[in-house]
């Protein structure tokens, strides 16, 4: 039998199998009564083409933090991380995700082998692991710990921006922002609580006024 050596049709699709890839012709795949295989194939081929398009776009992400992996996750771009800490746990879905180690240490094989787009690091994280993430070629991203609700906003404004969500992260910021003022306008003219918020017990430490959450005690009435 006289073995086929033309060159596959430009409207074809690659089937992947268990160890073995081949071209097969799409208009041998799909046929359709009354319509022409190649026009159905072609429409076919530029659909399966835009959505290849569309997954190469979305980045994928490896957060180093359990707050940048929240604030991802509100802002729409859960979907895109592929690896978190094992503090990590909230929301639900980031249960789900590779873990590739702690706060303080990483596992570098394993998110190599993620192939991410960016490293998302916090104030804990070693400036050595991220240097070393840069000589692999890694792009990294910074964010120290916010010690405002306003610099909070920015981070999560920053975030829109690094992961192509400009719009969810302001909404977010917005809805956070008019929450707040309408807790301010309900408690306006009332007295001032004093408030004690403890964080840690052993040693005990209490929050400071430069902080976020002080922020929202004042404009929640408390001082």
Request: net charge positive.
């Amino acid at each position: 039998m006289k073995r086929n050596t033309s060159p596959p049709s430009p409207l074809s699709m690659r089937i992947h199998g268990e160890g073995e890839c081949s071209l097969v012709p799409l208009s041998t795949v799909f046929r359709w009564r009354g319509v022409g295989g190649e026009v159905l194939a072609a429409l076919l081929l530029m659909l399966f083409s835009l959505s290849l398009h569309a997954d190469t776009n979305r980045p994928r992400i490896i957060s180093l933090g359990p707050v940048i992996t929240e604030e991802l996750f509100s802002i729409g771009a859960g979907s895109e991380i592929v690896g978190v800490t094992t503090y990590c746990i909230h929301p639900e879905a980031a249960k789900k995700i590779e873990r590739i180690g702690d706060l303080l240490t990483m596992n570098t094989e394993k998110i190599l082998r993620l192939r991410p787009d960016i490293v998302i690091a916090t104030g804990l994280t070693h400036p050595e692991r991220v240097a070393t993430l840069k000589r692999y070629g890694i792009a990294s991203a910074h964010f120290p710990q916010a010690s405002t609700y306003g610099e909070m906003c920015e981070r999560l404004l920053a975030l829109g921006r690094i992961t192509h969500h400009e719009n969810e992260a302001s909404a977010v910021v917005a809805s956070s922002k008019k929450r707040l003022s309408d807790i301010e306008r309900t408690v306006k003219g009332r007295g001032k609580k004093r408030v004690l918020v403890e964080i840690g017990i052993s040693p005990l430490f209490a929050v400071t006024t430069n902080s976020y959450i002080n922020d929202i005690i004042s404009c929640a009435g408390g001082m």
